[in-house]
């Protein structure tokens, strides 16, 4: 079973823009260089670095990486995946070392999302977020949580719970978002750490390959200073603080440069043991706020 969201890799036009956004306005540090490629490797904790921006041609979400835990359990998710006749292709050292990890191996789920696996990243290094931010809700728990495209739903769903083990949190149906279109479906997943979701499916498509990626803050006010430099950044809030229901997390969303939905908040909840959790089935995503403010595409 997965242990955590270690990483995640994108690929913008411009990485150094997007690494200046997420040291300015999320208060995220600069990994050291990894490659002789442009490739920005950005830090939340003392975990090597949590997100990989590559070089582009278009700016996109490219992958998941999910830490294993060990090598043995890495090595049975291999035969997991090959049991379940999902094609794995097997990390070169030259790119675990990109990613400062022992091993790694890249599947695709049914909804063509880039799923890597890998093990071994244990070297720690001191880190202090900037912006006064005390230290990101990470270790453990992960980097966050991914919510990912998944027109696919019923055979990606499948591939996540029977294949990967990721365990059923909350299944939210809301109504369709407009006249002529399914209902809506986010069905929230998770791994074997406290963490409510690691992982979040979206019953439709998105040209970024992402819904949204959630980093958690330490507290209310590291949220709230937080969006008061996602708006001086004049970047677009798409969804005003609030709480969700099913995580109970306080936060709000913005688009991050290149169009990544992304979730800031606190106050996530922690499940201490999954054997007594009984998973939720939702029709309302928050207690209160989380006003969208969608902007309308170009004429
Ligand atoms: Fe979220």
């Not at 955590?4 to 050291?32: C, H, I, S, T």
């Not at 063509?112 to 006064?132: C, L, M, S």
């Not at 407009?178 to 997943?189: A, D, H, N, T, V």
């Amino acid at each position: 079973m997965v242990a955590n969201l270690g990483y995640v890799r994108m690929e913008m036009q411009e990485p150094a823009g997007w690494a200046k956004f997420a040291k300015d306005v999320l208060g995220f540090g600069m990994g050291k260089s990894r490659d002789r490629q442009g490739t920005k490797y950005l830090r939340m904790d003392k975990a090597p670095f949590r997100y990989m921006i590559e070089k582009g041609e278009t700016d996109r979400f490219v992958a998941c990486g999910y830490d294993m835990g060990s090598r043995k359990a890495f090595n049975e998710q291999v035969k997991a995946f090959e049991k379940a006749k999902v094609p794995v292709t097997h990390g070169s050292e030259r790119d675990a070392k990109r990613r400062a990890v022992n091993g790694f191996a890249t599947v695709m789920d049914p909804s063509g999302n880039t799923v890597e696996i890998y093990h071994g990243r244990d070297k720690q290094e001191a880190f202090k977020p900037g912006h006064g931010i005390k230290e990101f809700k990470t270790g453990k728990m992960g980097l966050g949580h991914a919510v990912l495209p998944g027109p696919n739903m019923k055979d990606t769903i499948k591939f996540y719970t029977k294949v990967m083990g990721f365990g059923v949190s909350d299944d939210l149906s809301l109504p369709p978002p407009m006249e002529g279109l399914p209902k809506q479906r986010i069905y929230f997943m998770h791994a074997d750490n406290p963490r409510h979701h690691t992982l979040g499916l979206y019953n439709f498509p998105n040209p970024t390959g992402l819904i949204h990626l959630m980093a958690e803050m330490g507290s209310m006010d590291e949220v709230g200073y937080c969006m008061d430099r996602v708006k001086a950044a004049g970047l677009h809030i798409f969804a005003s603080l609030g709480r969700h229901s099913n995580d109970e997390m306080v936060s709000f969303y913005f688009f991050a440069p290149g169009g990544m939905g992304f979730e800031v908040g606190y106050d996530g909840k922690q499940v201490k043991d999954w054997s007594k959790f009984k998973p939720t089935k939702t029709t309302s995503g928050d207690y209160w706020g989380h006003e969208y403010d969608f902007p309308l595409p170009p004429e």
